[in-house]
């Protein structure tokens, strides 16, 4: 299992950037993609997740409305457009894999086994 972030960037407040996790070694419909992000100073925090097979989507509350992820399985990835960037939503993101077996809050990124290497978002006021 493997997967790759990318997409990351430097972008003014209220600009957008579109980030991909591309996965391999494994299929996309039996796993929870979830993407995380880590602060300087900060603990690593949920921000969206979709699961295979139902698609379920779930959003923290501080990007809800502003980012939208979404998946192709043909391609193996999961995206997620984040729009309305604020300074505070500048981290590194990170793309996670965890099987759906099993009960776990899709955002508590202890409960993921899989990670790829982050992108950096750094937005500007």
């Known amino acids: 299992v493997q997967l790759q972030a990318s997409g990351g960037g430097l972008v003014q407040s209220g600009g957008s950037l579109r980030l991909s996790c591309v996965a391999s070694?494994?299929?996309?419909?039996?796993?929870?993609i979830g993407w995380f992000r880590q602060a300087p100073g900060k603990e690593r925090e949920g921000v969206s997740c979709?699961?295979?097979?139902?698609?379920?989507?779930y959003y923290a509350d501080t990007v809800k409305g502003r980012f939208t992820i979404s998946r192709d399985n043909a391609k193996k990835t999961v995206v997620l457009q984040m729009n309305s960037l604020k300074p505070e939503d500048t981290a590194v993101y990170y793309c996670?894999?965890?099987?759906?077996?099993?009960?776990?809050?899709?955002?508590?990124?202890?409960?993921?086994?899989?990670w790829g290497r982050g992108t950096l978002v750094t937005v500007s006021s």
């Open positions: 996670a894999a965890v099987s759906l077996i099993g009960d776990y809050d899709p955002l508590d990124w202890v409960a993921y086994t899989h």
């Open positions: 070694g494994f299929t996309l419909d039996y796993y929870a």
């Open positions: 979709i699961k295979g097979h139902d698609g379920n989507i």
